[in-house]
């Protein structure tokens, strides 16, 4: 019994990490074939720059988060209940989420608008990647070396999410 217990308990968490690494989105990188490091480097940052100072003030989510965020200081001192009506009227989480949405999609337009092309990572790749420091020479070069190579664009392109 305790050895059908053990196996049990061994098939369960072998589960468990199956569903979690299936779970687990692809990474995904961009690259144009033949890009100088130094153009993948100024592009990326030039696309970066555009999509961070993107206006969202026409964007109804940032008009709800305002409108909720407005609305909050009429709303305080009424107690618990009033207080959780606040912040779901905030609905923050959606709202942030879709502004970040709406800012990465100006981000990838940018780079669609150069050439670039979105590419998902093996696994392989992404371990290797995993290792670098985010923010690294290293890691952007890493980076560059797949997102220049015009055989792991053909091979590992996909296409790019409709915003």
Not at 58 to 75: F, I, V
């Amino acid at each position: 019994m305790k050895r059908l217990g053990g196996m049990l308990l061994l098939s369960a968490i072998t589960l468990s990490s199956a569903a979690s690494a299936a779970d687990q989105k692809p990474y995904v990188s961009w690259g144009k074939p033949g890009v100088s490091f130094a153009q993948y480097r100024a592009e990326a940052v030039d696309c970066a720059y555009a999509g961070a100072t993107k206006s969202f003030t026409d964007q109804a989510a940032y008009k709800d988060a305002r409108h909720g965020l407005n609305a909050q200081d009429s709303e305080l001192e009424r107690g618990d209940v009033a207080e959780y009506v606040m912040i779901y009227r905030r609905n923050l989480r959606r709202n942030i989420s879709k502004l970040q949405t709406y800012l990465v999609g100006n981000v990838e337009k940018c780079l669609l608008d150069r050439g670039y092309k979105p590419f998902v990572l093996t696994t392989d790749q992404k371990k290797n990647l995993d290792r670098l420091d985010r923010g690294s020479q290293e890691r952007f070069e890493f980076l560059h070396a797949l997102g220049s190579d015009g055989k792991i664009l053909s091979e590992q392109s996909v296409a790019p999410e409709k915003r």
